[in-house]
């Protein structure tokens, strides 16, 4: 068994993977959405009714924009009973030292993880000997085996992302204390009142997807950790916010590839569909039946029809979209002829429910 879950995370990500035995799954968890998120998360948590098995083998909090970080921040605040995960991933300022949220977020957020530390040594980038989580920039890319067979390759981000992140979260955060202060970024949450419990038609699809292409520079958004995901014979791609560019990079150092399609089980579309950060190149590079796409359109209006019409004039055979949220920014991609013209499925919530869930 192999499922991963778009939980309704408004206009961020929050994934619920499971994969073993449906009487028993390990768990995965890849993000937590905004504030609001923390309670459609906590309610699915909540629906484990033995709280000791109320427990994630790794949650990976992909970069600090708070579509990403904030729900993860409110549910450590408050736990549901018996919560456990066995560690963390995630690069605050003391992973971007020299060598190797928004950033205010990102440090009330290290404030939990360092305080899980000191109990438990090897939680927070355990993995990685408490250092950044991310790849060289040459060289073979770092895999893992989670407990129960799942393995996880980190594609990204490398190094030159990481010290761009350093230099911009530096700059934000002095604006509140001292980065990387765990002391004085304690004192800074407890009167943050946000982290306290309770504070709450027609498409020419091939024009889309030939628009002028520009990629996205955001220091937060490449320093995204991407990694590919494995389960028996599944791989997946999760994407979280990076640059198509970073990911084609990473790809194409795999041993497997031969310059050929890399033939995929599922990608997390990167940056909620956004134009500037799902390229023809990317989607030229991949065999793949299913695409998650998450975010309910707020803000920023994702996802771009560039975005989505890039895999659809690219990909080989037919697709599957998931959308954990019906929008007018993705309504149209249901649209009868254009599914027929491009060969794809639009698939949305149930009526009345919220997220959807992906069988692999």
Not at 169 to 188: C, L, M, N, Q, R
Not at 190 to 213: E, H, I, M, T
Not at 315 to 323: E, I, N, Q, S, V
Not at 333 to 360: M, S
Request: glycine residues 8%.
């Amino acid at each position: 068994m192999f499922t991963i879950e778009m939980l309704p995370a408004f206009d961020g990500d929050c994934l619920w993977i499971e994969y073993g035995s449906e009487d028993d799954p390990k768990r995965v968890l890849i993000d937590g959405g905004t504030g609001a998120t923390a309670k459609a998360l906590t309610a699915r948590i909540e629906e484990i009714k033995t709280s000791e098995k109320r427990r994630f083998e790794l949650l990976i909090v992909t970069h600090v924009d708070s579509d990403h970080i904030a729900g993860v921040l409110r549910l450590l605040k408050d736990p549901p009973e018996g919560l456990f995960i066995e560690e963390v991933w995630f690069n605050a300022y003391p992973q971007l030292a020299p060598g190797m949220l928004g950033p205010k977020e990102g440090e009330f957020l290290a404030v939990h993880f360092n305080d899980e530390e000191r109990k438990r040594a090897g939680y927070w980038n355990g993995s990685f000997e408490g250092k950044a989580c991310g790849a060289p920039a040459n060289g073979e890319l770092p895999t893992f085996k989670l407990h129960g067979g799942f393995n996880i390759t980190v594609l990204g981000p490398g190094p030159a992302a990481l010290a761009k992140l350093r230099k911009e979260w530096k700059s934000v955060v002095e604006e509140y204390f001292t980065p990387g202060d765990i002391e004085e970024a304690t004192e800074a949450l407890k009167k943050d009142k946000r982290c306290r419990p309770g504070y709450l038609g027609g498409l020419d699809v091939r024009v889309l997807a030939d628009r002028d292409y520009k990629e996205d520079a955001s220091a937060a958004n490449g320093s995204s950790i991407i990694v590919l995901a494995e389960y028996e014979d599944h791989r997946c791609l999760l994407a979280a916010d990076t640059f198509p560019s970073t990911v084609v990079s990473a790809l194409s150092r795999l041993p497997e590839y031969k310059g050929s399609r890399l033939k995929l089980s599922l990608v997390k579309v990167p940056h909620h569909g956004s134009m500037n950060n799902n390229s023809n190149d990317l989607y030229k590079m991949l065999d793949c039946p299913k695409y998650l796409i998450s975010t309910n359109g707020d803000r920023h209006g994702h996802p771009h029809p560039e975005g989505i019409a890039r895999i659809l004039a690219n990909k080989r055979g037919h697709a599957d979209l998931y959308f954990n949220y019906r929008t007018d920014f993705n309504k149209m991609w249901e649209d009868d002829q254009t599914c027929k013209d491009f060969d794809y499925t639009a698939h949305f919530p149930v009526e009345n429910k919220a997220g959807i869930r992906v069988e692999l």
